[in-house]
């Protein structure tokens, strides 16, 4: 069994990344592009990955099927800026072999 997967990440200047993302080591999309350093330190998962801040938020842009969202996640995404429909919260995605291939771009900061 494969334990990393491509994944496409924008950063917030624009650059696409492809990164290998491990999928065994429990690790979530927001700890991924922090180990990458593809933001500024300080600027994402300041509440550590508890859907509290809204700090990791992305756009999904691949078809990959992500896990449904939850409440925590849904509540802080309806008081986030630059919500879009294929908003998510980084911290809520786990790095599974379903997300090879999945594609995010960094939302804006706040």
Do not use: W
């Not at 494969?2 to 990164?19: C, Q």
């Not at 879009?84 to 995605?93: E, P, V």
């Not at 291939?101 to 960094?106: A, C, K, P, R």
């Amino acid at each position: 069994m494969e334990a990393d997967i491509n994944i496409k990440i924008t950063d917030r200047n624009g650059v696409t990344h492809v990164v290998l993302a491990p999928t065994d080591m429990a690790m979530n999309l927001m700890e991924v592009v922090r180990s990458y350093e593809l933001a500024l330190e300080g600027t994402i998962g300041i509440c550590g990955g508890m859907a509290m801040c809204a700090s990791c938020q992305c756009y999904v842009l691949s078809e990959t099927k992500l896990p449904e969202m939850q409440d925590d996640e849904e509540a802080m995404l309806s008081e986030a800026f630059n919500v879009k429909d294929n908003s998510r919260l980084g911290c809520q995605i786990q790095m599974t072999p379903e997300m090879e291939g999945l594609e995010v771009m960094l939302a804006p900061e706040s």
